[in-house]
């Protein structure tokens, strides 16, 4: 029987982050300590006030290597009026070396002129505690070194030693259970069956974790059933601090968290107004949080990256972690719902002096767009989106200086770019390269835009058969060059064996086809061959189907969701797909014109025309000169 | 017998750093590689490329709890023509399932008509593949995850198992062996004899290396003998894949380092042209870096920082590690030599916008400055310096969203600052506090210039007899607001005995006095008492020494360099010492104008106000109402 979803709330972030943390303040919740040596308290957070119990230096030390004298003695003395030092006058000293009573100032090696039988001259008078470092001069006793809630840096260590603090009071890292559960989830592994769904949140949420400063206890994998969560959250209770429960916390079927913690505890908040992230469930039991993450990755990383921060923050008494955020133009609209505050991913580059931000893809399983994020674009819940064009507030996932250094390709796609890209990295190339696939079309607007430094064409004009050229100029009369890239042959993918039995293009009105989508250079001479066959888009089963990539396209074929689709050879080969060639094309580079000095332009393509590149290009396949 | 120094080379940084780096890629020093499973993977550094070697998802999974259909027979369906699904049209499916074969859509629960009986009614099309998340919708088997060299991110490490890669090969990270050195030096204590200068540069250098990748192994202090310290840096070299000898690197008495490297490898650099960092060695042996740090702590510091950053980076082949940089005013002016690179650290702090470096102190052995430094303020080898406010350019050592809520406090001295931002920092308050002490006529300077948000001061005007009123007046007639702050006692602090019996100002005639420096208003006081008794500075034995802080004169006192000083009363309890009160004044806070509103502010004066900070100032005694 089909059960209904039970409700969720829908409370607004801000207010669902308040409620929680009043309530988990109420309960005690944090501020456990331990006490380490300081040698080893690199990156731990204090607990109180550090002062020092020691000067340092401790005692009146030489500053150079020289001689320690009555600093009286040489008052006399000038270019005209040497003095003259005596064994009896002065105590040999390095540096570091403690003053000798009755001593007060140090004259340096380089200041003495030697008149033998160890008699020194001097020309120049010193002032008392000259060449000294006198009691105190870096730290006096009783001076709070840090205060309260401090992050100990390496400098801070030294601080705390040289003020003669051996041990301090620290708090201690929280431990957070983290415990997956569902029946479809498995291990990590290469080999997974149909139905089977890789268990990976664990491990991104362990590493999370630990830039929250809180270190990580994976349970085993716990079935869908009611009684096994409870007892798992009721061990993980007794042995952490903090307890997350990974995926089962939508109101459906097998979802069972909030019913546990509640059980266990109190629900605070169970559904967030928040996109992805909705079905979080904010608990309490035992003094101690315990929240149900959503199974989506992206969804369970939001409500990591917004709340599970902040409680792991409450643990050290902080009110929040400071986000880095910087202001960048939005490089293309962003639709929003006015029922939810949204979190959209985008990657930053800078091009022209602008640092711009592309939104990425939005489902709510797309853990590669959260690797290819560089921050967060917060559209607030009131919002029905934000113009291309505006400037936004980005929260940062990554340094800035890390940012700074992008080459930008927005195009076609084409696995060459990251095999590029991966030879700049192994050359050591200072920039990194940011690749995003939006078809030829979207190269022709992005450069337009300013919004990229580069990207893939293989525009088909099927007046002249030509490549690029005409639209180039159509479209970038002034602002757009084309450079050489490679010849790559375009055809049919079709499965391994070629069952269906297809010789060309008109052969696909019998088959399922897998399109890409509008702009791709590729597109356009699918559409092209559909009127060369005399065809028309609605008798072709599929035409709507669009993907971005060949890859994604050559999955799908040999997935038996489609039977045919257009791409290039290296794709079918790499799934192991017949390949029907149709024609070879031109793949080049469109370039901003001001951005041909640009070096990391120029190394992207001394790298493409290099014979070292020819040579992989020669193992991917399908490549012409 | 006094031996000389031997010459140093001055090479400038920029050539230092490039012979070094030429020199270990050619004797091929880094690159070692582990394989590691990718859950542990977090933070390390790709060798190579990694591709997926499966599809994410691998397999046709529904995205909703529903029944999955074929596509077809729902196409007839809408409001006004309802279709009935009976069981034999679909299976129950839930968020993952594999979508049956045979099916290629998932009509979502809630879209679902009861009618009884397992049939259900539909009132809308759907299209193929709606509500199914498609092989490949994520990850395609193939793509490339990410290029050589990039540091593994939690979504990294998710999206590598999504791809089906359990394990990855990554870059060692490098142990470096620290090794100390030095006759004088001895471990961490509360309680060092005199002479004895407590080793804490190693402890610094485990947190630094960590952050550059690097671990350390720490081993024991080595006595000034040549032939123990060649033989813990050839225990090392077979331990270690790089080797840092701590002090011992100037060519002075007992330096030995260069000579060490010389008979075991070769020494590239002796000497480079930056300071402080001056005298380290760049050397070779067995194909592993060897380094010679000098014994200043912010000397070592800066050539790790400059330096060692950079071999660790070169360990991962990377060609230099990114540092966050950001434009600041400077609040004062930086002189500086045409010999050498200077490295000057800088707090920074946001007032009225604009975002000014202040330089801290720059004496080599100060190993608090570099515990307050918010960044390094780098100036050129051919500059003679910098003016106040000019723009500059400064590398952080944090990131900029810690910085950018300062409150920023510059002027007289007094622990109660502290003892205040401590009190914040308890609250959780999301501000720091950057204190500075500058002395009163500093935060009449600092506040009129725009440089802190507000400062202490007791300005005595010797006529009126009235604190500060007057100097604000004269000062800053348009810009700046007196607040209370505290009565405190001024007097004169003696050895614990008083051995010299002194009992008023005009007793320091017979004692060795020390000064607090121009422009504090203590120092004024000190003028004041001076010209009050009848007395001339210079009959002052002392004068001419100038302390900044009250605990640094109390510190003086006690350790014996001095006999009496001015201050407050509770640098003189800290320290043992006697005090002769001389009377009350009147510490009060100034505040620039427009910074009344400043929530900072007004927290740190609602703590400063309250009952229990005055239970605070009770504790440290010598304040009034």
Chains 1, 2 share one sequence.
């Not at 429960?245 to 509640?262: C, F, H, L, P």
């Not at 028309?536 to 997935?559: D, R, S």
Request: proline content about 5%.
């Amino acid at each position: 029987m089909i059960m209904k979803h039970n409700y969720l709330n829908n409370l607004p972030l801000d207010e669902a982050k308040r409620i929680y943390k009043e309530h988990l303040a109420s309960v005690g919740f944090g501020g456990g300590t331990e006490t380490v040596k300081v040698t080893d308290a690199c990156g731990r957070t204090l607990k109180n006030a550090a002062y020092a119990v020691i000067c340092s230096p401790h005692y009146n030390a030489s500053a150079m290597d020289g001689v320690a004298v009555r600093a009286e003695i040489t008052f006399p003395a000038s270019e005209k009026t040497p003095v003259t030092l005596t064994p009896d006058d002065y105590a040999v000293v390095d540096t570091g070396d403690p003053i000798p009573d009755g001593c007060d100032a140090v004259i340096m090696i380089e200041d003495l002129i030697d008149r033998g039988n160890g008699d020194y001259g001097i020309i120049a008078s010193h002032r008392p505690w000259q060449n000294v470092r006198q009691v105190g001069e870096d730290i006096c006793m009783g001076d709070m070194i840090a205060p309260s809630g401090t992050v100990l840096t390496p400098s801070l260590c030294g601080a705390l030693l040289a003020g003669g603090i051996t041990e301090i009071e620290v708090y201690k890292r929280p431990l957070a259970g983290v415990i997956p559960t569902g029946d479809e989830i498995v291990a990590p592994t290469s080999d997974p069956q149909k139905g089977d769904i890789i268990e990976f949140n664990s491990t991104v949420f362990k590493g999370m974790l630990d830039s929250f400063g809180a270190d990580a206890k994976v349970y085993p994998i716990t079935p869908d059933k009611k009684e096994l969560i409870r007892a798992a959250v009721e061990k993980a209770l007794e042995e952490c601090d903090i307890v997350l429960v990974s995926a089962g916390s939508s109101a459906g079927r097998d979802d069972y968290t909030g019913e546990i913690i509640s059980s266990l505890g109190t629900v605070l908040v169970h559904g967030i107004a928040i996109k992805p992230g909705k079905p979080a469930v904010l608990g309490e039991a035992k003094g101690k949080p315990v929240i149900g993450l959503p199974g989506y990755p992206v969804s369970a990383i939001v409500v990591m990256d917004e709340i599970v921060s902040e409680v792991c923050a409450a643990y050290y008494s902080k009110p929040c972690p400071k986000r880095e955020t910087v202001k960048a133009v939005l490089a293309k609209k962003v639709v929003s719902s006015l029922k939810y505050g949204e979190y959209v991913r985008v990657s930053l580059g800078r091009i022209n002096g602008r640092l711009i931000a592309s939104p990425l893809a939005r489902g709510a399983g797309v853990i590669t767009s959260f690797t290819k994020s560089d921050g967060v674009l917060a559209v607030p819940q009131n919002s029905e989106g934000i113009e291309a064009g505006a400037q936004v507030n980005i929260r940062l996932h990554k340094p800035l200086c890390e940012i700074e250094d992008t080459l930008v390709i927005t195009g076609s796609h084409d696995p060459l770019i990251d095999e590029v890209a991966d030879f700049l990295a192994k050359k050591g190339a200072p920039f990194r390269v940011c690749s995003t696939h939006v078809g030829s079309m979207g190269a022709i607007y992005a450069i337009k835009g300013g919004l990229a430094h580069m990207g893939g064409i293989h525009l088909l004009d099927t007046e002249t058969g030509e490549y690029n050229k005409s639209y180039v100029e159509k479209y970038l009369p002034d602002g757009g060059v084309t450079v050489r890239g490679v010849g790559r042959v375009q055809g049919l993918m079709v499965r391994g064996g070629n069952p269906l039995g297809i010789r060309d293009f008109s052969d696909v009105k019998n088959a399922r086809y897998v399109n890409r989508q509008r702009g791709a250079g590729t597109r356009i001479l699918c559409d092209y061959l559909i009127k060369k066959n005399g065809m028309k888009p609605e008798e072709i089963n599929g035409y709507a189907n669009e993907e971005f990539t060949h890859t994604a396209v050559a999955a799908l074929i040999a997935a038996g969701n489609a039977d045919a689709g257009l791409g290039i050879y290296s794709a079918a080969k790499m799934y192991g797909l017949d390949f029907i060639p149709i024609c070879n094309e031109t793949y080049e580079f469109l370039v901003a014109k001001n951005e041909l000095d640009n070096p990391a332009v120029k190394a992207f393509l001394d790298v493409l025309y290099s014979d070292e590149f020819k040579k992989r290009l020669g193992e991917m396949g399908g490549y012409t000169e």
